[in-house]
């Protein structure tokens, strides 16, 4: 059974720091590439970091130089640090990887992160 089980969301202050966490089991972690998403209220869901299996990244334009993903393959989980936070970061992030979106149709429940002062 897929699980995707996203934590580290909260309240902070714009220029604050936040380290989201995301654990998965239910399938092989280390050979697939793990996403982050955002959705904002009345927006679609974006894409907002990815982290392939070799370990290389790619970020969208919007937090390029403030997010950093990374991976820890013994411990089936995924990190976002989000630096600089500004208010237009305020949405819940998920976790995801493409080949769990296209096989189970699964999300998580997501962590919310607001960015206010």
């Known amino acids: 059974q897929v699980q995707l089980v996203e934590s580290g969301g909260g309240l902070v202050q714009p220029g604050g720091s936040l380290r989201l966490s995301c654990a998965a089991s239910?399938?092989?972690?280390?050979?697939?590439?793990m996403d982050w998403y955002r959705q904002a209220p009345g927006k679609e869901r974006e894409l907002v970091a990815r982290?392939?299996?070799?370990?290389?990244?790619d970020y969208a334009d919007s937090v390029k130089g403030r997010f950093t993903i990374s991976r820890d393959n013994a411990k089936n989980t995924v990190y976002l640090q989000m630096n600089s936070l500004k208010p237009e970061d305020t949405a819940v992030y998920y976790c995801?990887?493409?080949?769990?979106?296209?096989?189970?149709?699964?999300w998580g429940q997501g962590t919310q992160v607001t960015v206010s002062s």
């Open positions: 995801n990887s493409e080949w769990v979106v296209n096989v189970y149709k699964y």
């Open positions: 982290i392939r299996s070799s370990g290389s990244t």
């Open positions: 239910g399938f092989i972690f280390s050979v697939r590439n």
